[in-house]
Every structure is written in C-alpha cells, then in structure tokens.
C-alpha cells in the first residue's frame, strides 16, 4: 500500500530560519510532481533566482516557479488572503499562472483584517519582553484556531448563516482583548465572503489530493517554513513562531501519514542568523557581525529587518537532527565565509560550571549559556559560484567535514551562491531520478 513512502522528502530549517530553503527547493523541485507546505504563513519569505530574476514568495511554494509542478498549502497554514492575491498577481507579473497548480487546503485557517492589529497589540503589550514578530496577525490566528473560533477557509463557502455566527462569535472575542473597542462584524463577514469566492477555484480537500497523488506513484516535497529553532514546541519558546516547523508539521499540517515521508533534508548556514528577538548564542558585535551580514546580505525577506548574525552553532544543529531524524544536511552560503582568517564552531555551551553538548529546554538557562569554540583557519580563494566539491579550497572542504562531525550529519548539498546553479551536489543520487530513496 505504501509502495510511494520512500519517494517524498521533507525540506525544513535546520537553525533559526532564513537559511535558504527557498534555493534548495526550487533546485529539487524538478524531481517532484508536487510541492506542498505544511505550516506558517506569510511570515515566511523565500528569496529565489531564476535566471538573474529575483521572486520573494511567502505563501505559496516556490515549486510554483516550475511549470507542470502542483503546489498545496497545507491545513496547517494561516493564511491572509490578500497577501495570497498579491503574491498571486506579482507571479502573474512574472510571467507565472497559478489556476490549476495551486492548491490550497478547505481545512486551513484564515487570518482576519484585524489579526495583525492584534499581533502588533500583544508586542506592545509584552514590552520588553516582546517577541519580535513579523506583525503578520500569524500568533492571533493561530491562536483562534487552538480556541476553537477560527475561521477556515471552508467556513467562507458553506453555509452563509453558519458563517455570520462564527465571524459574529470571532470579533466579539476581539472586541473583548481590545479595550474600548466595538469593531462591528458585518463588514467583516463581508469582506471574508468576497475573500472566499475569490479563492474558490484553489480550494481543495489537499490531503486527499496528496493521498491520490502518491497513490499513482507521484512524489512531493513536503516544504517547511521558519525552523526547528522556532517551532513552537521544540523551539527557543516562547521566541518562536505559532506553529510546527519541524517535521511533525508535515504529518498534522497536511494529512499525511508518517510513513509517506521517505526523507528529511535539514537547510542550514554555514554560519547562524536569527530575526526577532531571543537568545542566539553564536551571536556576534561590532565588525565581524556586520562583515557577515553585508556579504550574506542578511536581511529579512518579508520584513527587511536586519538579522543577527553568530557563527555555526553546532549544538543547535544536532538538536535539529535529532528532532527531525534529519538524513542530510544542503550546506547553505559558504561562499559567505569566503576571506575569512579564521572561522569558529561552536560545539558545547558552558553554563556556570557545566558544559552542556545538547540543547537546553530553558531559554532562561540558554540566555546564560556561552558557546564553547574550536577555531578553524579560513581561506582566501573564493568559494562563490564553485559547483565541484573538489575545486573548494582545502581549508573549506576541511570546514565542511568538522561541520558534518559535530552536527552528526553530512552535507550532501553545499550551497556556494544564489543561482540555482551555484550548488556542489556531492551525493551522486541526488542527481538521479531516484535519489529521493537514498536520501
Ligand atoms: P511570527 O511568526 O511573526 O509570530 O514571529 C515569531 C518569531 O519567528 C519572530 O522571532 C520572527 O522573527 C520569527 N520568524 C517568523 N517567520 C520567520 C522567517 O520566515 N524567518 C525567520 N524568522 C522568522
């Protein structure tokens, strides 16, 4: 029956996001029918270059930049359905139609005109203590959804009274957080049902799609937004994201058995960034900091924010591989480090008098956690645009190996630049047809 199980991978985050999920997808979506993503929202951005051209997708996978691919949005998904339209308009700008590929799951939940205004309330509110989110309305949404009076997309075509209840119930419990408010829930209702006839024609039961898809023997790339380190269970909590990141996500966040995921290919920097606030504990100042963050022109793709930048943290990744049972690693912006003189690893974090080589529970204890540094030498021959793992210069090849030894995974996909070309796929069956078996 589950002849199709080993052909499907997941793709997620490895650190604290934005490690380049977007390139590697899009480079492995050709080996796919479908792609599909499983949770989050448009909080996520994924920068990807085709040709010299730039597209900056946030909710819909970047599998739709291929022609033929089928793309679905999970249940697992919030989604803004005006940020969905834009997103839909700037593909078709580029050349890129999404009627009959795009697919979006009548279980996912919607966010409401006002959930951003709700985000940006409970910052203010948290103050110093504030989380540093993409004032998205991602947190409030899914926050609705686990009290049982979210809106789903499904909700928006059925029937209209049912529907007036719901969306009456929902401003209400709004109209209770804010003080003095008395936001009136028709114009809502009727911006929600204009919201849902227009995205009708994607509609979809996605999970029995899935299962058909993979039942005739097509595979899909279960595509992961934000990471293992924001996930709202396994991550820096509560500096994290509302949602699954991790693998789990793939499961609850699309209806898929555990069995139909073959795979796992855990995305993670040569080096660390984080955005929003929490503790980073390769974060670096001053020079070094802003050296990394030109040259890996690190800036949030959806908010533009300037991102921390640490060196490769080691014992961040294991935990990734631990929670995920990653099988490979794709080794992203090496070419970053390039005229480095010397490159840090981080393998333990000391806390007090403890040395601790696995990932701590309490944020508290990790704020006060010092990483514990091997120091490797860099190199000056560019690594930019290198796509044969031979031609690296030895002190990167050497980085490489130390790298996959204290994270306990290998790097079958090391990222050299933006292009979907600038890649070393070191793994021969990554190039075949059936590599996804042997992931
Ligand atoms: P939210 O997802 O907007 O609620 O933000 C929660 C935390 O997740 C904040 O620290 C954000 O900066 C972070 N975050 C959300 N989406 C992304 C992403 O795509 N990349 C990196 N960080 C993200």
């Known amino acids: ?95 890129i139609t999404v009627d009959g590929r795009l697919k979006i799951s009548e279980k996912a939940h919607i966010i409401l005109p006002y959930h951003r205004e709700l985000d940006v309330l409970s910052e203010a509110r948290r103050g110093e203590r504030k989380i540093g989110t993409t004032s998205r309305g991602i947190g409030p949404a899914y926050e609705d959804k686990i009290g049982r009076r979210g809106i ?5 075509l059925g029937d209209r009274t049912a529907l007036a209840d719901e969306v009456r119930e929902n401003v209400s419990a709004r109209n209770r957080m804010i003080i003095d408010s008395t936001l009136d829930w028709k114009p809502v209702f009727d911006q929600v049902v204009a919201f849902g006839e227009r995205m009708r024609p994607w509609v979809d039961d996605v999970s ?45 966040g699309l209806g898929v058995p555990p069995r139909a995921i073959g795979g796992v290919l855990g995305v993670a920097k040569a080096y ?11 974060e670096l100042s001053g020079a070094l900091a802003d050296r990394l963050r030109e040259s890996g022109q690190e800036y949030g793709a959806s908010t533009g924010r300037p991102r921390r ?45 403890r040395t601790l080589t696995e990932f701590p529970s309490d944020v508290a204890q990790l704020t006060q956690c010092e990483p514990v540094y091997e120091s490797m030498p860099g190199w000056t021959t560019p690594t930019a645009g290198v796509r044969d793992f031979d031609r690296l210069p030895a002190a990167a090849r050497a980085y490489i ?26 793994d021969p069956s990554f190039q075949s047809s059936d590599f996804r078996v042997q992931i």
Not at 10 to 35: N, R
Not at 152 to 156: G, K, P, S, T
Not at 272 to 282: A, D, N, Q, S
């Open 1 to 95: 029956m589950y002849g199709w199980m080993k052909t499907n991978i997941a793709v997620l985050g490895a650190q604290w996001g934005d490690e380049g999920k977007g390139k590697i997808v899009d480079m492995l979506t050709p080996h796919f029918s479908a792609v599909a993503r499983y949770q989050g929202g448009h909080n996520a951005g994924h920068t990807v270059y085709v040709n010299g051209k730039k597209f900056v997708l946030h909710l819909i996978p970047s599998g739709i930049l291929h022609a033929g691919v089928t793309c679905l949005i999970g249940n697992g998904v919030v989604i803004d359905p005006q940020a969905l339209f834009a997103e839909v308009e700037e593909l078709a700008r580029g050349g």
């Open 152 to 156: 789903r997309v499904c909700d928006l």
């Open 208 to 252: 029995l799609s899935l299962h058909t898809m993979m039942a005739e023997g097509k595979t899909v790339m279960f595509e992961g937004a934000q990471a293992t380190l924001l996930d709202i269970d396994h991550g820096t909590y509560p500096f994290v994201t509302s949602s699954n990141a991790s693998v789990g996500g793939v499961c609850t």
């Open 272 to 282: 660390t960034t984080r955005v929003g606030e929490g503790p980073l504990p390769t």
């Open 309 to 353: 930048c640490g060196w490769y943290d080691a014992v961040a990744v294991r935990y990734s591989v631990r929670i995920n049972g990653l099988d490979a690693l794709a080794l992203t912006k090496l070419d970053v480090l390039d005229g480095l003189e010397r490159i840090d690893i981080c393998t333990a974090y000391r806390c007090g008098d």
């Open 401 to 426: 190996a130390r790298l996959e030894e204290v994270s306990g995974v290998r790097a079958a996909i090391v990222s050299t630049g933006s292009e979907r070309d600038d890649t070393i796929l070191r």
